[in-house]
């Protein structure tokens, strides 16, 4: 696939990109992307729930009532979990979400992920550039200049570059990262992705 280059004010520059078919034209694979998202979400849980037990409970231990002759269940402390107070039955303790993904399928799942959005033409090469300073009416420029304002964005940088990515943080939909940084989550969840002609090249680098 070939696709044209844009600059920053997104006009044509003339030249022209072949997309690599080993990243960017594969058949996607819907149960590796589903297994990466998973994944990736499942990171993002700290998992420092926890609600106490009744052994964990303070409350009294004395004996509430007389064993026999009462005609209600036989009791033996405060701390049980039908009582208000009570400790809780199989309540959450604190966990790791975390699991291990295969560095093969989470670099199939990217590439699903990419087939995806160029099938759909939802990629769009761009010449390197950066901000003399972080600002926000920079980078809402740049978006109106591609018609992406108040769509779901998703640049791809070759570099980790601060002035762009701190331009962008305080706009909502529009998402900034490196190539080396890049995952399936951002990629799905994005409506257009507009990648710099040095990001392109690492990602097929490295998902080749």
């Given at each position: 696939?070939?696709?044209?280059?844009?600059?920053?004010?997104?006009?044509?520059?003339?030249?022209?990109?072949?997309?690599?078919?080993?990243?960017?034209?594969?058949?996607?694979?819907?149960?590796?992307?589903?297994?990466?998202?998973?994944?990736?979400?499942?990171?993002?849980?700290?998992?420092?729930?926890?609600?106490?037990?009744?052994?964990?409970?303070?409350?009294?231990?004395?004996?509430?009532?007389?064993?026999?002759?009462?005609?209600?269940?036989?009791h033996g402390s405060a701390?049980?979990?039908?009582?208000?107070?009570?400790?809780?039955?199989?309540?959450?303790?604190?966990?790791?979400?975390?699991?291990?993904?295969?560095?093969?399928?989470?670099?199939?799942?990217?590439?699903?992920?990419?087939?995806?959005?160029?099938?759909?033409?939802?990629?769009?090469?761009?010449?390197?550039?950066?901000?003399?300073?972080?600002?926000?009416?920079?980078?809402?420029?740049?978006?109106?200049?591609?018609?992406l304002s108040g769509t779901?964005?998703?640049?791809?940088?070759?570099?980790?570059?601060?002035?762009?990515?701190?331009?962008?943080?305080?706009?909502?939909?529009?998402?900034?990262?490196?190539?080396?940084?890049?995952?399936?989550?951002?990629?799905?969840?994005?409506?257009?992705?507009?990648?710099?002609?040095?990001?392109?090249?690492?990602?097929?680098?490295?998902?080749?």
């Open positions: 696939m070939e696709l044209s280059v844009y600059n920053k004010d997104g006009k044509e520059t003339g030249k022209k990109v072949t997309l690599s078919a080993e990243v960017f034209g594969i058949e996607p694979n819907e149960h590796v992307v589903y297994l990466d998202i998973k994944q990736y979400l499942a990171n993002q849980r700290q998992g420092t729930h926890k609600a106490k037990q009744r052994a964990e409970v303070s409350r009294s231990t004395k004996k509430l009532f007389r064993q026999k002759g009462t005609g209600g269940a036989r701390k049980a979990p039908i009582y208000v107070g009570g400790g809780r039955v199989f309540g959450p303790q604190p966990r790791d979400y975390s699991f291990k993904l295969n560095k093969k399928v989470k670099a199939l799942a990217r590439k699903s992920a990419l087939s995806s959005r160029a099938a759909a033409g939802n990629i769009m090469v761009v010449e390197d550039f950066s901000f003399d300073a972080p600002k926000t009416k920079n980078y809402l420029t740049f978006l109106n200049a591609f018609s779901k964005s998703l640049l791809i940088t070759g570099d980790n570059d601060s002035n762009v990515f701190l331009s962008s943080r305080n706009i909502p939909k529009a998402k900034v990262t490196s190539a080396s940084q890049v995952n399936t989550y951002d990629l799905v969840g994005t409506e257009k992705v507009l990648i710099s002609e040095s990001a392109l090249l690492k990602i097929e680098t490295m998902l080749k």
